[in-house]
């Protein structure tokens, strides 16, 4: 079992930067992929971000390459998302996810463990 804890949600205008945080605990992190999906309002949960076990490989959606990074602190059980130039189509619910299977890291399906979820609203 893995708990996931997302925080940093929050309120911003369009061109702001925000940092979201998942805390993980449970099973050993550094032996589960970690993944950021979100959704919006009457849409299906999207791929954002992910990042392998060890750290060494990113993966990321259309949308956000080049405005978010994704990272992990193995040591401190944590995960990040750094968004940059956010957008009002960046308004969504984000969550924080982790699998242990080799399926792929784009497949929301492949993950096993989700948290709550963080809300971000970006203004125009």
């Known amino acids: 079992q893995v708990q996931l804890v997302e925080s940093g949600g929050g309120l911003v205008q369009a061109g702001d930067s925000l940092r979201l945080s998942c805390a993980a605990s449970?099973?050993?992190?550094?032996?589960?992929?970690m993944g950021w999906f979100r959704q919006a309002p009457g849409k299906e949960r999207e791929f954002v971000a992910a990042i392998s076990r060890s750290g060494t490989v990113t993966y990321y959606g259309d949308s956000v390459r080049g405005r978010f990074t994704i990272s992990r602190d193995n040591a401190r059980n944590t995960v990040s998302l750094q968004m940059n130039t956010l957008r009002p189509e960046d308004t969504a619910v984000y969550y924080c996810?982790?699998?242990?299977?080799?399926?792929?890291?784009?497949?929301?399906?492949?993950?096993?463990?989700w948290g709550q979820g963080t809300q971000v609203t970006v203004s125009s």
């Open positions: 449970g099973r050993t992190f550094s032996s589960v992929g």
């Open positions: 996810a982790a699998k242990a299977s080799s399926d792929s890291y784009y497949n929301r399906r492949g993950y096993d463990y």
